[in-house]
């Protein structure tokens, strides 16, 4: 508790139960002072609170790979349909989302980040990942083969720059002509490159990694299952410090395959959502393929294969929890600390002092009630 009396118009929010670095403390506060968090602690609050909530309050949720929601897609770069991909995931409690794009032109590419990072520099989001071109056409899943091409170091520094420095992950099939040499490039630029997408054997993952490759782009899925003989990216990837994306939304991945390749450290749930998420069933593009979506499952019209997800991270903490019995502070860190700290992400992603104060209430049943953004309450629809 300070010693000090508080800042002229700093609150305090009290919460039954609240999700620290150290733990989940009960009886919770934390004091914010504009669109930051002071301090937060347990016991007595160090003033009258200006809220008080029963449920658990935690970081809000950070979404490093997502490609839509609310019937529109990061694709593109249009502010408008940017605008309806961050309220949709934001009203399920995701406060910071890195925009995924498909594979596309170089040309088409550029443009959308160059958009993009005009959004960024205005807090609309977190980032920018690039989910392709530089993919195996082997492992495409739901981006267009043709537009999968391997890297080469001009069109490597034209999409760097075109980010104009908001560049925080590449997805990259690392036994492509040229890839070791991009990794390299990416990784002085400050980049996080993730091995996804890839036919590469248990070796071209493993140089990967030692050419600063340090993250996976949804383990198990578009990439060689495992095998005792053939172990593949999946052996060299659990077995290695990189971080591992995961889609826990019950199709994606099995329960027991999730608990299986659970690393309560370094495990990153993502939704790899597209424009169908928070929206109905129906017709859908991803990029330029149609999508249908049944009962909430999404699959390319052309060949049946999953086309992304339609989950929330509430949705994916739910399951991890509940069917794949991860305990929940490790289910909260991966929706939370470990994904703002695979990209590193700056004052996401934790309750503590300088964080922006971004906060999520949940239920007993760890349904979303209430979502705080940068010291506002968000208006849920």
């Known amino acids: 508790?300070?010693?000090?009396?508080?800042?002229?118009?700093?609150?305090?929010?009290?919460?039954?139960?609240?999700?620290?670095?150290?733990g989940i403390v009960v009886?919770?506060?934390?004091?914010?002072?504009?669109?930051?968090?002071?301090?937060?602690?347990?016991?007595?609050?160090?003033?009258?609170?200006?809220?008080?909530?029963?449920?658990l309050v935690?970081?809000?949720?950070?979404?490093?790979?997502?490609?839509?929601?609310?019937?529109?897609?990061?694709?593109?770069?249009?502010?408008?349909?940017?605008?309806?991909?961050?309220?949709?995931?934001?009203?399920?409690?995701?406060?910071?989302?890195?925009?995924?794009l498909v594979s596309d032109s170089i040309d088409a590419l550029a443009a959308s980040c160059a958009s993009l990072a005009t959004l960024a520099d205005r807090g609309v989001v977190a980032g920018i990942h690039l989910e392709g071109p530089w993919l195996s056409p082997r492992r495409a899943g739901a981006h267009e083969a043709g537009r999968l091409i391997a890297p080469t170091p001009g069109d490597v520094a034209r999409l760097i720059e075109a980010a104009g420095g908001h560049l925080r992950m590449v997805t990259i099939a690392p036994e492509l002509p040229g890839a070791l040499q991009a990794i390299s490039t990416l990784v002085a630029a400050g980049v996080v490159v993730a091995v996804g997408h890839t036919d590469a054997t248990y070796d071209q993952t493993r140089a990967a990694l030692d050419a600063g490759a340090s993250a996976a782009t949804h383990l198990f899925n578009a990439m060689p299952p495992l095998h005792h003989r053939d172990p593949g990216p999946v052996a060299a990837l659990l077995e290695s410090s990189a971080y591992l994306e995961l889609v826990a939304?019950?199709?994606?991945?099995?329960?027991?395959?999730?608990a299986l390749a659970w690393r309560p450290d370094r495990t990153a749930l993502v939704t790899?959502?597209?424009?169908?998420?928070?929206?109905?069933?129906?017709?859908?593009?991803?990029?330029?393929?149609?999508?249908?979506?049944?009962?909430?499952?999404?699959?390319?019209?052309?060949?049946g294969a999953i086309a992304g997800s339609t989950a929330t991270l509430g949705d994916s903490l739910r399951t991890a929890t509940s069917l794949a019995g991860i305990p929940l502070p490790e289910g909260l860190a991966a929706v939370t600390s470990t994904p703002a700290a695979m990209l590193r992400l700056p004052g996401v992603g934790r309750i503590e002092p300088g964080a922006w104060a971004d906060l999520v209430e949940l239920s007993d049943d760890l349904q979303v009630d209430r979502v705080m953004r940068r010291g506002a309450w968000v208006p849920l629809s």
Request: overall charge negative; glycine content about 16%.
């Open 1 to 22: 508790m300070p010693d000090q009396p508080l800042p002229l118009g700093a609150r305090v929010l009290a919460a039954g139960a609240l999700a620290l670095p150290s």
């Open 27 to 55: 009886d919770g506060w934390v004091v914010i002072d504009g669109k930051r968090v002071l301090t937060a602690g347990s016991g007595t609050p160090p003033e009258r609170p200006s809220w008080s909530v029963a449920g």
């Open 58 to 100: 935690v970081p809000g949720f950070v979404d490093v790979h997502v490609h839509g929601g609310g019937g529109a897609s990061f694709d593109g770069g249009s502010p408008e349909a940017v605008a309806r991909v961050v309220e949709t995931h934001l009203d399920h409690g995701t406060t910071s989302v890195v925009a995924s």
């Open 249 to 258: 939304d019950g199709v994606h991945v099995h329960p027991a395959m999730l």
């Open 272 to 303: 790899d959502a597209m424009a169908a998420a928070g929206a109905a069933d129906g017709e859908y593009h991803l990029g330029g393929l149609s999508v249908g979506v049944r009962d909430g499952v999404a699959r390319l019209a052309s060949t």
